[in-house]
């Protein structure tokens, strides 16, 4: 069973920076992309940033020019630099990976790290 761990999350002062982490284990297969989602309490999980197994990146407007998304040299790794965190930012963050293998598409999350930030 694939399991998503993330690490990171925290307390910072606008402006502040903070960096997530996610690891994927348990497959020997490498994602297709894996992403950054958040969730507010009552709203809808919405993306954050994501890259591709290509290297091709996406991120929300809200986000572009202050967060990147990058891989880690290990397999299924990926991290987040949020820098310029805004009083908005604050949600639980959740680390997905999406496989595509033998014709079977999966979606793994991590548990979620929380993010505050204070003004």
């Known amino acids: 069973q694939v399991q998503l761990v993330e690490s990171g999350g925290g307390l910072v002062q606008a402006g502040g920076s903070l960096r997530l982490s996610c690891a994927a284990s348990?497959?020997?297969?490498?994602?297709?992309?894996m992403g950054w989602y958040r969730q507010d309490p009552g709203k809808q999980r919405e993306l954050v940033a994501s890259?591709?197994?290509?290297?091709?990146?996406n991120y929300a407007d809200s986000v572009n020019g202050r967060f990147t998304i990058s891989t880690g040299n290990a397999k299924n790794t990926v991290y987040l630099q949020m820098n310029s965190l805004k009083p908005e930012d604050p949600a639980v963050y959740y680390c997905?990976?999406?496989?595509?293998?033998?014709?079977?598409?999966?979606?793994?999350w991590g548990q979620g790290t929380q993010v505050t930030v204070s003004s």
């Open positions: 348990g497959t020997i297969f490498s994602a297709n992309s």
């Open positions: 890259v591709t197994s290509s290297g091709s990146t």
């Open positions: 997905n990976a999406f496989f595509r293998a033998w014709g079977r598409e999966n979606d793994y």
